[in-house]
T-cell receptor
Framework: DTGVSQDPRHKITKRGQNVTFRCDPI?????LYWYRQTLGQGPEFLTY????????KSRLLSDRFSAERPKGSFSTLEIQRTEQGDSAMYLC???????????FGQGTRLTVV | GENVEQHPSTLSVQEGDSAVIKCTYS??????FPWYKQELGKRPQLIID?????GEKKDQRIAVTLNKTAKHFSLHITETQPEDSAVYFC??????????FGAGTILRVKS
């Protein structure tokens, strides 16, 4: 499968624990995005990378959230001290350039109990 | 920042009828307007997109129209089929990178 892949697909964690998600973009895409989607809403932008540089972070991304893309390939999104409000689908997408199609992964569904 | 409004929030049509979903955006810098379809439990997938130098684009039963002056664009689905039932999202990237999505339209095609 040469699409965007995310791991894990589902994660249940206790409040206060840390979680980390991984995204492997389409290999030739230099742009990688993280979005969060809650039930009944459109995806909300969290952050994006061009190669290994993190170029923008949304105000939604509190200091408990951190994202990396160390070699310009895969990316990780870490949430520290999870809260129930962090429960959502976390979607990763990649694209080859400006104003081009963003290809989405299947997402990681996080449930904080 | 960019604000994208989408309506209606739900739309029910009879199989074979047409469906129209409309979006407005606020940032005149946006030049690319994609539409995504998301089936239950699946990833959003692009179904059609349009760039600002074009007023209309068609792909079989799907078409998108763009009015840059009025800052609105619309998705048109003709001859709807049950498999068209899904949530549809419009989006605009004010900087050409991150997408700002509308809230979505739940389309139900009744057979």
């Amino acid at each position: 499968d040469t699409g965007v892949s995310q791991d894990p697909r589902h994660k249940i964690t206790k409040r206060g624990q840390n979680v980390t998600f991984r995204c492997d973009p389409i290999s030739e895409h230099n742009r990688l995005y993280w979005y969060r989607q809650t039930l009944g809403q459109g995806p909300e932008f969290l952050t994006y990378f061009q190669n290994e540089a993190q170029l923008e972070k949304s105000r939604l991304l509190s200091d408990r959230f951190s994202a990396e893309r160390p070699k310009g390939s895969f990316s990780t999104l870490e949430i520290q001290r999870t809260e129930q409000g962090d429960s959502a689908m976390y979607l990763c997408a990649s694209s080859p350039g400006r104003n081009t199609e963003a290809f989405f992964g299947q997402g990681t569904r996080l449930t904080v109990v | 920042g960019e604000n994208v409004e989408q309506h209606p929030s739900t739309l029910s049509v009879q199989e074979g009828d047409s469906a129209v979903i409309k979006c407005t955006y606020s940032d005149s810098a946006s030049n690319y307007f994609p539409w995504y379809k998301q089936e239950l439990g699946k990833r959003p997938q692009l179904i059609i997109d349009i760039r600002s130098n074009v007023g209309e684009k068609k792909d079989q039963r799907i078409a998108v129209t763009l009015n840059k002056t009025a800052k609105h664009f619309s998705l048109h689905i003709t001859e709807t089929q049950p498999e068209d039932s899904a949530v549809y999202f419009c989006a605009a990237p004010p900087d050409g990178n991150k997408l700002v999505f509308g809230a979505g339209t739940i389309l139900r095609v009744k057979s």
